[in-house]
């Protein structure tokens, strides 16, 4: 059984930085399988949204837009664990974020959270304006 572990977050001023990292078990980086590790994220009142993700055999990553150029993941295989650095935050940015798992590669995961197969239990996130 998969299962995902978040930790890292915290509350930050606006333009502040943060790293969550995903600690996994259940299964082993590195394998020939191919596995893909997304951040989520859901503020109050909102559906839950794809930030990010990355395919664990090659490290192809996609970002959604609202993201892209100031969040950055990546997988240390050795650690069976993924990292979003959160960078120039934004109090909009504010939400619980979640990692999750699916065999295969990102595809459109982080356009379509269901393909998720199994998710962690978030960690918070908070940003000041």
């Known amino acids: 059984e998969v299962q995902l572990v978040e930790s890292g977050g915290g509350l930050v001023q606006a333009g502040g930085s943060l790293r969550l990292s995903c600690a996994a078990s259940g299964f082993t980086y590195g394998d020939d399988d191919i596995y893909a590790i997304g951040w989520f994220r859901q503020a109050p009142g909102k559906e839950r949204e794809g930030v990010s993700c990355i395919s664990i055999s090659d490290g192809t990553t996609d970002y959604a837009d609202s993201v892209k150029g100031r969040f950055t993941t990546s997988s240390d295989n050795a650690k069976n664990t993924v990292y979003l650095r959160l960078n120039s935050l934004k109090p909009e940015d504010t939400a619980v974020y979640y990692c999750?798992?699916?065999?295969?590669?990102?595809?459109?995961?982080?356009?379509?959270?269901?393909?998720?197969?199994?998710w962690g239990q978030g960690t918070q996130v908070t940003v000041s304006s």
């Open positions: 999750a798992f699916r065999r295969g590669r990102c595809e459109v995961m982080v356009q379509m959270p269901a393909m998720a197969a199994s």
